[in-house]
């Protein structure tokens, strides 16, 4: 069935280090990609989304390239700050929205 | 987007009782979804709630353990029947708006069953 493989945490990083979170997907379709974030105590909120192959999503200094021929959707930022430690969660959706299992970020001044 | 409230945020209930959790939105909305997540999991739907019709449940979900009404477009509620501590967990909302295949979620109850 359609599923979403994200890389396993922890993340520990320093502030300004670069950030990338892998993520794959198996989809019999052509699914709409997602990258949600949750801060502690908190629900999920969308960060960026992409609905086509080569599309990317952007937001706060996030991105995600979706690619058909890798079946995948990496979170990448180019400097991270100690406001981004939070779980992200890598999601599909195509007749519904599967969760990988969540990555813990943790970034250090 | 849309602006979605919970409630309660949190409670800690005895095992045996019953818990309602509301979900009101700020627009009329189509499809309504109810996701658990037990601590440091990832999310399992337990539901989606139409307005004017059932609740359709996924696998290992009930009804008579998650009653949910979806009385009109903007506002639903999840009760967790009979709990007992294996129902501690964040319980979620969520609904799709402009787009079907984007949902965007409340903030979660967190129950903690003793």
């Known amino acids: 069935g359609d599923s979403v493989t994200q890389m396993e945490g922890p993340v520990t990083l320093s502030e300004e280090a670069f950030l990338t979170i892998n993520c794959t997907y198996t989809?019999?379709?052509?699914?709409?990609l997602f990258w949600y974030v949750q801060y502690p105590g908190e629900g999920l909120q969308l960060l960026l989304k992409a609905t086509k192959a080569d599309d990317k999503g952007s937001n706060k200094g996030f991105e995600a390239t979706y690619r058909k021929e890798t079946t995948s959707f990496h979170l990448e930022k180019g400097s991270v700050q100690v406001s981004d430690s939070a779980v992200y969660f890598c999601a599909l959706s195509i007749n519904d929205m599967r969760f990988g299992a969540g990555t813990r970020l943790t970034v250090k001044p | 987007s849309a602006v979605i409230s919970q409630k309660p945020s949190r409670d800690i209930c005895q095992r045996g009782t019953s818990l309602t959790i509301q979900c009101q939105v700020d627009?009329?909305?189509?499809?309504m979804f109810w996701y658990r997540q037990q601590p440091g999991q990832s999310l399992t739907l337990i539901a989606t709630?139409?307005?004017?019709?059932?609740?359709?449940?996924e696998s290992g979900f009930v009804i008579d353990k998650f009653p949910i009404s979806r009385p009109n477009l903007t506002f639903s509620t999840l009760t967790v029947s009979n709990m007992s501590p294996e129902d501690s967990s964040i319980y979620l909302c969520?609904?799709?708006?402009?787009?079907?295949?984007?949902?965007?979620f409340g903030p979660g109850t967190r129950l903690t069953v003793l």
């Open positions: 989809a019999t379709g052509y699914p709409s």
């Open positions: 969520s609904v799709d708006r402009q787009t079907v295949d984007t949902q965007y």
């Open positions: 627009s009329q909305v189509t499809m």
């Open positions: 709630a139409n307005q004017g019709s059932e609740a359709t449940y």
